[in-house]
């Protein structure tokens, strides 16, 4: 079976890699089914998904089996001043790869995000509930989840959030960066969502690719917290006083992006097929922690 993974340098790409090598992810191993499998890794340096002709000309010569596509302009603030570039690439990138995977009748597995969500509401949304994105980020990836459906009909959509992998930037690195640095730091207490172990995303994302089961997937660590009880939580695990961190609202932090106040997922497709094994986010994040390098 041949992989191509967009995005191969990012968070995301560098887990399915990783347990594509090893055959096994932190919650166990992944099918046999995957014992063969060559690995194409591609990230910007070797084509712009946002560019139709070197994107085609990449998959033809590629042959792949399955797409799975992790590239994005993932800034969420520089989405909201750079919106032409975040259309481009997390929604014209992904019609591009749709229609690529179709002309060479490959599976496209497409990660996007619990911000297509508007983020109002009091209990998990499901895969069925309407979208309603409030940022740049959350409509160019609702679009982008839009054009994979519509363009490729071997397409799952696999929505995550608040995302943490052993490569590249994320919140538990800078929570603990910043505690280390600078004694404290002040998060926000009024957004609630999952918080996400790549490797466990990761683990459930082949998980799926092997089936013909297309359509929306949820797939976040289990359970919720918000930002603030979020770093807590990191800088419990490692090692400090949880009171170094400090509770603010999103009025007082100010950020220059609407970000829903309750992005929670529930995670039912993956429970009604195949199988939802994602951990709790204390129990994931604990063993990052045990492991990440800073
Ligand atoms: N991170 C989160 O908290 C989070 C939450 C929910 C959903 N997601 C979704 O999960 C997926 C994976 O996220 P991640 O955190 O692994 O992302 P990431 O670490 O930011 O990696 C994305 C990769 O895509 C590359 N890329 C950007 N634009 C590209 C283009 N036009 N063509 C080819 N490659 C391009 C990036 O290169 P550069 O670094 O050079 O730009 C980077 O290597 C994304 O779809 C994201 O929207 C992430």
């Given at each position: 079976?041949?992989?191509?993974?967009?995005?191969?340098?990012?968070?995301?790409?560098?887990?399915?890699?990783?347990?594509?090598?090893?055959?096994?992810?932190?919650?166990?191993?992944?099918?046999?089914?995957?014992?063969?499998?060559?690995?194409?890794?591609?990230?910007?340096?070797?084509?712009?998904?946002?560019?139709?002709?070197?994107?085609?000309?990449?998959?033809?010569?590629?042959?792949?089996?399955?797409?799975?596509?992790?590239?994005?302009?993932?800034?969420?603030?520089?989405?909201?001043?750079?919106?032409?570039?975040?259309?481009?690439?997390?929604?014209?990138?992904?019609?591009?790869?749709?229609?690529?995977?179709?002309?060479?009748?490959?599976?496209?597995?497409?990660?996007?995000?619990?911000?297509?969500?508007?983020?109002?509401?009091?209990?998990?949304?499901?895969?069925?509930?309407?979208?309603?994105?409030?940022?740049?980020?959350?409509?160019?990836?609702?679009?982008?989840?839009?054009?994979?459906?519509?363009?490729?009909?071997?397409?799952?959509?696999?929505?995550?959030?608040?995302?943490?992998?052993?490569?590249?930037?994320?919140?538990?690195?800078?929570?603990?960066?910043?505690?280390?640095?600078?004694?404290?730091?002040?998060?926000?207490?009024?957004?609630?969502?999952?918080?996400?172990?790549?490797?466990?995303?990761?683990?459930?994302?082949?998980?799926?690719?092997?089936?013909?089961?297309?359509?929306?997937?949820?797939?976040?660590?289990?359970?919720?917290?918000?930002?603030?009880?979020?770093?807590?939580?990191?800088?419990?695990?490692?090692?400090?006083?949880?009171g170094v961190v400090s509770p603010c609202s999103s009025d007082e932090y100010k950020s220059p992006t609407k970000r829903p106040a309750y992005s929670s997922l529930e995670n039912m497709a993956l429970k009604c097929g195949v199988g939802n094994e994602m951990r709790d986010w204390q129990t994931a994040l604990?063993?990052?922690?045990?492991?990440?390098?800073?």
């Open positions: 079976m041949r992989i191509m993974i967009t995005g191969a340098a990012g968070q995301l790409g560098n887990e399915l890699i990783s347990i594509l090598e090893s055959g096994k992810a932190e919650i166990g191993l992944i099918d046999g089914v995957y014992g063969n499998t060559q690995i194409i890794p591609a990230d910007i340096d070797n084509f712009d998904i946002s560019d139709m002709d070197s994107t085609r000309t990449f998959i033809k010569n590629a042959k792949p089996d399955i797409i799975i596509n992790c590239a994005a302009m993932t800034n969420v603030d520089g989405c909201e001043t750079a919106r032409d570039v975040a259309f481009k690439v997390n929604a014209l990138g992904v019609r591009n790869l749709a229609i690529c995977a179709k002309e060479v009748d490959a599976k496209l597995i497409h990660i996007s995000t619990d911000y297509v969500f508007a983020g109002n509401g009091n209990r998990p949304y499901c895969e069925w509930d309407m979208i309603n994105p409030q940022s740049a980020y959350g409509a160019s990836k609702a679009l982008g989840e839009k054009y994979a459906l519509t363009f490729s009909d071997k397409t799952f959509i696999v929505r995550t959030s608040w995302l943490y992998g052993y490569v590249g930037k994320n919140f538990v690195k800078t929570v603990r960066r910043v505690i280390k640095e600078k004694g404290s730091i002040t998060v926000v207490n009024d957004q609630r969502g999952n918080p996400t172990n790549a490797n466990d995303l990761a683990f459930h994302i082949l998980k799926i690719a092997k089936t013909e089961h297309y359509g929306i997937y949820h797939c976040t660590g289990e359970g919720e917290c918000s930002w603030f009880e979020f770093a807590q939580r990191i800088a419990e695990y490692s090692g400090y006083d949880k604990k063993e990052y922690i045990s492991k990440v390098k800073d």
